[in-house]
């Protein structure tokens, strides 16, 4: 038995104001959320939502997380970036070179994302979120093919890719060198058994295959906050 993808959760200063910005770059509408975010829900076959819980730690560094936006073509590009820079955007030189065809941006709060150009063979056929690319090694993402149950797509020169089987995004990972973790990631993965699921069994597979529990200052929860093997904080909702 394996885990579902509930959703990727972001810490934000002012959940209201960041969750407006993915909302209107997405096109995906709020729900209601028990935890005193808020919650947007795919409009497309992503098969996960996207929360934002308050925090007030500061950003620190680069995310290890970050989405990757496709175009159709070279104009569909430019909208996306001009709606995004609308909706309080800006744009951010991370390394990036002219010649790789996509847009770095950052989101309200700092939030880097990239819209990528058209012709990408790589994410031809995963809709507008295109990929969540992440930093991590070639472990971590044996791991969470495992965890979630989704088979790899990519696995060459210690990069790779797991996808759903029933479709959407890429969840890639680059390879070393991975860069240095800075204090708790604004980005993690809420995760959850299915309705018929035993989470304390979960989290006891979770560890066999590389995860450890942490303490966050979480205190009483009804979720267990854990480590994947590159030490970044993911969360095992109870059964849904």
Not at 122 to 128: H, S
């Given at each position: 038995m394996t885990c579902h993808l509930v959703a990727l959760c972001f810490d934000a200063h002012d959940p209201l104001r960041l969750s407006r910005f993915w909302a209107g770059v997405l096109g995906w509408e709020t729900a209601d959320d028990l935890h005193?975010?808020?919650?947007?829900?795919?409009?497309?076959?992503?098969?996960?939502?996207?929360?934002?819980?308050?925090?007030?730690?500061?950003?620190t560094g680069q995310n290890q997380m970050h989405f990757d936006l496709t175009s159709t073509s070279l104009d569909d590009q430019r909208r996306t970036v001009a709606r995004?820079?609308?909706l309080g955007a800006r744009h951010i030189d991370i390394g990036q070179r002219p010649e790789e065809g996509h847009v770095v941006l950052a989101d309200p709060e700092g939030n880097e994302l990239c819209v990528i150009g058209?012709?990408?063979?790589?994410?031809?056929?995963?809709?507008?979120?295109?990929?969540?690319?992440?930093?991590?090694?070639?472990?971590?993402?044996?791991?969470?093919?495992?965890?979630?149950?989704?088979?790899?797509?990519?696995?060459?020169d210690q990069e790779t890719a797991i996808r759903s089987p029933h479709g959407?995004?890429?969840?890639?990972?680059?390879?070393?060198?991975?860069?240095?973790?800075?204090?708790?990631?604004?980005?993690?993965?809420?995760?959850?058994p299915p309705a018929d699921g035993d989470q304390r069994a979960e989290v006891d597979r979770l560890i066999s295959l590389g995860a450890k529990r942490i303490d966050i200052g979480q205190g009483e929860v009804g979720w267990v906050v854990m480590a994947d093997p590159d030490g970044h904080e993911f969360c095992v909702l109870p059964p849904r």
């Open positions: 005193d975010g808020i919650t947007l829900l795919p409009s497309d076959d992503t098969g996960f939502r996207i929360r934002f819980l308050p925090s007030r730690e500061k950003k995004a820079l609308e058209p012709g990408n063979k790589f994410l031809a056929d995963c809709g507008f979120i295109g990929a969540l690319a992440c930093d991590g090694s070639q472990e971590v993402g044996y791991f969470w093919s495992e965890a979630l149950g989704w088979p790899l797509v990519w696995d060459q959407g995004p890429k969840i890639t990972w680059g390879g070393p060198p991975l860069m240095p973790k800075t204090g708790k990631n604004r980005l993690h993965f809420d995760i959850a």
